[in-house]
């Protein structure tokens, strides 16, 4: 006998049946719909920001660890405490001709490619490209292969080999940050990788290895960095340590990440690479792909080898879809509509192609629907003087929702924590 669904109580919402939600909370569900945000903007083009915070700065730094940003450490350091004694002066002196005067800040371009097709409704991943040179570009013959393997590039200008490579990792991350929480645009936690050519992929290296919490992988050209003191053939070659902020658990948590080196053997450059290409080939990453190009110098190859590098760091995600698809389906029917959207959204974005793939993205639309009405209801409900049906609806919500709700969950009881009490 079929188990019976205690979330059968519902309303439809553009056709679907909206679950997880009181009969007290439907007619909030009803309400007609807010005007739509602006479509997130397309193609290539370039945005203008004000400059890197001084605190995300002195995350990279400490992390970076090199001994020779001592200084720079201390100084930043001086800052931010100097900001937090003018923000509390400022909170205290109400009058305006008391208030410091803040510090203007200089600015950061970003050049970004965006593909024209993009579809809101399928998380799309992103390159944070570190260039050698100070101009952030984005490679026109590129752009068909981020098209189809639906890719954001993002490259910051005024981060060349010249600049200080706290600077430059810095920028990278925050092109990241921007994508993600300021600019509207479906991201893909699973695919944010940080890619660059000769010192910027060094630069890019040393971003995927002591932020791989943040960054997925990498596809570095002509470069690469090591992480640890070494020795290389031919001749005994002592490499440095590029990254002596590195820990054993960041370390073993990058071994998890997904890299991939391009290099070309006609490179008269970059000789070391090789030699620290077998370094990071036998020291126990998950997923490690070198490829030597022939023919290629010192130089960005071709679309036809880029393509080649994103399919192979993307791999791994494509094996695992169908067990996404089928994890969702298995979900949805036991009533976990949260682990069946996030399913179905793995699914639909790392399948490409696949038999599955377009059920999955129609479910997902479909479950992302009713998850937004379900929270548009409680926003609703908690608006009323009624704490007990909406403890009752928020309890049902995480029950049905989870994990994806549990951010909106925690945001809304924490909303009724402060909410202001009737006298």
């Known amino acids: 006998?079929?188990?019976?669904?205690?979330?059968?109580?519902?309303?439809?919402?553009?056709?679907?049946?909206?679950?997880?939600?009181?009969?007290?909370?439907?007619?909030?569900?009803?309400?007609?719909?807010?005007?739509?945000?602006?479509?997130?903007?397309?193609?290539?083009?370039?945005?203008?920001?004000?400059?890197?915070?001084?605190?995300?700065?002195?995350?990279?730094?400490?992390?970076?660890?090199?001994?020779?940003?001592?200084?720079?450490?201390?100084?930043?350091?001086?800052?931010?405490?100097?900001?937090?004694?003018?923000?509390?002066?400022?909170?205290?002196?109400?009058?305006?001709?008391?208030?410091?005067?803040?510090?203007?800040?200089?600015?950061?371009?970003?050049?970004?490619?965006?593909?024209?097709?993009?579809?809101?409704?399928?998380?799309?991943?992103?390159i944070a490209f570190v260039n050698s040179g100070d101009k952030g570009s984005v490679i026109g013959e590129y752009k068909p292969v981020l098209d189809k393997h639906r890719l954001i590039w993002i490259s910051a200008s005024n981060s060349g080999n010249s600049v200080a490579n706290h600077w430059r990792m810095t920028a990278a991350l925050e092109g990241i940050r921007r994508l993600r929480e300021k600019m509207g645009y479906n991201i893909d936690p699973d695919r944010i990788y940080v890619s660059g050519t000769s010192g910027g992929a060094r630069i890019a290296s040393n971003v995927s290895m002591l932020f791989s919490d943040v960054v997925s992988g990498g596809i570095y050209f002509a470069g690469i960095n090591i992480y640890r003191d070494a020795t290389a053939q031919p001749g005994n070659m002592i490499v440095p340590?590029?990254?002596?902020?590195?820990?054993?658990?960041?370390?073993?948590?990058?071994?998890?990440?997904?890299?991939?080196?391009?290099?070309?053997?006609?490179?008269?450059?970059?000789?070391?690479?090789?030699?620290?290409?077998?370094?990071?080939?036998?020291?126990?990453?998950k997923y490690f792909h070198y490829f030597k190009i022939p023919g290629?110098?010192?130089?960005?190859?071709?679309?036809?080898?880029?393509?080649?590098?994103?399919?192979?760091?993307?791999?791994?995600?494509?094996?695992?879809?169908?067990?996404?698809?089928?994890?969702?389906?298995?979900?949805?029917?036991?009533?976990?509509?949260?682990?069946?959207?996030?399913?179905?959204?793995?699914?639909?974005?790392?399948?490409?192609n696949e038999p599955f793939a377009a059920e999955a993205k129609t479910k997902a639309v479909e479950l992302k629907t009713q998850y937004t009405a379900a929270v548009a209801a409680l926003e609703t409900l908690l608006e009323s003087d009624d704490t007990k049906a909406f403890n009752a609806d928020l309890a049902k919500f995480r029950r049905t929702w989870e994990p994806v709700g549990n951010e909106d969950a925690k945001r809304l009881a924490e909303k009724l924590k402060n909410k202001p009490k009737k006298k």
């Open 296 to 352: 290629l110098a010192h130089t960005m190859p071709d679309a036809e080898v880029f393509e080649k590098a994103v399919l192979a760091v993307d791999a791994p995600l494509k094996l695992a879809a169908k067990g996404h698809f089928e994890t969702a389906a298995t979900s949805e029917k036991r009533d976990g509509l949260g682990r069946a959207m996030e399913g179905y959204t793995k699914a639909a974005a790392h399948g490409r």
């Open 241 to 285: 340590n590029e990254m002596p902020g590195m820990t054993p658990a960041m370390l073993a948590q990058a071994k998890q990440r997904r890299h991939v080196l391009i290099f070309g053997d006609k490179d008269n450059v970059a000789g070391y690479v090789p030699m620290l290409a077998n370094i990071w080939g036998n020291d126990g990453f």
């Open 1 to 126: 006998m079929a188990r019976a669904n205690p979330f059968a109580i519902g309303i439809v919402v553009g056709g679907l049946l909206l679950a997880g939600i009181s009969a007290r909370a439907q007619e909030a569900a009803k309400e007609a719909p807010k005007e739509a945000p602006p479509a997130p903007k397309t193609g290539e083009f370039e945005i203008i920001e004000e400059g890197i915070q001084v605190t995300r700065l002195l995350v990279v730094l400490n992390r970076y660890g090199h001994p020779g940003n001592v200084e720079t450490v201390q100084r930043y350091t001086k800052i931010v405490e100097e900001d937090k004694r003018l923000a509390k002066l400022k909170a205290k002196t109400p009058k305006k001709d008391e208030e410091p005067k803040e510090e203007k800040k200089h600015e950061t371009p970003w050049t970004i490619y965006v593909p024209k097709d993009y579809d809101p409704s399928i998380p799309y991943g992103v």
